[in-house]
């Protein structure tokens, strides 16, 4: 008998915001990192991207946080989006508490208030002990985890993650997919996300866009069939998944 990895049904949430890149295209003097990139995320999708090192992947993203300017073509975000960089980026004399409740003190929040804000997303994402302690007393995985209810704390529609978890060990990065799928499915948002890792991208996306070698563009895309979240054990063995990891790879070849 086939694993079941689909989840439970639920009442559908409407979440706003996309991203729509159209001919996108960057260089670097001489360096042409992506050309011609056509790619859509629609509202409530997640997208997970892979592709080789050097293909644009990380250039992508900064394009789409507005911190580069393409040379041609277009990227257009609705809504606002969040930024979360590959490296959590914790300030050492802030415990996790104040380092979540940062983003909402940027946007003028009195730190006392965001504190508040920020305290109920530690209840429901496991660290409620751990409010107190500064980044050298965490580990990799709550340090990201610390990054990404920053990320989440502004109410942002759009997100956009830069390999997350490609600093981390296999297991905790297992144990962190399986808690970004869940994550996702309480705090809903449309979602670009980066990783050199295709496995991950299939567990957590809805459908995965495979880029080309430098410059970068889509050359393949990928329909993932199953509702999320999804339990990581289950996926990781079915044969669906395994049929659709060979397609990227393939791809990426």
Not at 208 to 216: K, L, N
Request: charged share 25%.
């Amino acid at each position: 008998m086939a694993t079941q990895i689909e989840a439970p049904a639920t009442e559908p949430l409407v979440i706003q915001g996309s991203v729509v890149a159209s001919g996108l295209t960057r260089r670097f003097g001489d360096v042409t990192a992506l050309e011609g990139l056509d790619l859509e995320v629609r509202p409530g999708q997640v997208l997970g991207v892979v592709g080789p090192s050097g293909c644009g992947k990380s250039t992508l993203l900064e394009l789409a946080a507005g911190l580069q300017s393409p040379d041609a073509g277009s990227i257009e975000v609705e809504g606002d989006a969040a930024y979360m960089p590959q490296r959590d980026l914790l300030l050492p004399w802030r415990d996790a508490l104040g380092n979540a409740a940062l983003a909402l003190e940027c946007q003028g929040v009195p730190g006392k208030r965001a504190r508040a804000d920020a305290e109920p997303l530690f209840e429901r994402f496991g660290l409620a002990e751990f409010k107190a302690t500064r980044p050298a007393g965490l580990s990799g995985g709550m340090r990201q985890r610390v990054a990404f209810m920053r990320t989440l704390l502004p109410g942002r529609p759009v997100l956009l993650l830069d390999e997350p978890f490609a600093a981390l060990d296999a297991i905790t990065r297992a144990e962190m997919q399986q808690w970004l799928a869940n994550a996702l499915a309480e705090e809903a948002r449309t979602v670009l996300l980066v990783t050199h890792d295709v496995e991950e991208a299939l567990f957590l996306g809805d459908r995965v866009a495979v880029m080309s070698r430098r410059p970068g563009r889509i050359v393949h895309t990928i329909d993932v069939p199953f509702p999320r979240p999804r339990d990581r054990r289950a996926a990781v063995t079915d044969r669906r998944m395994a049929a659709l990891r060979a397609e990227a790879l393939e791809a990426l070849a």
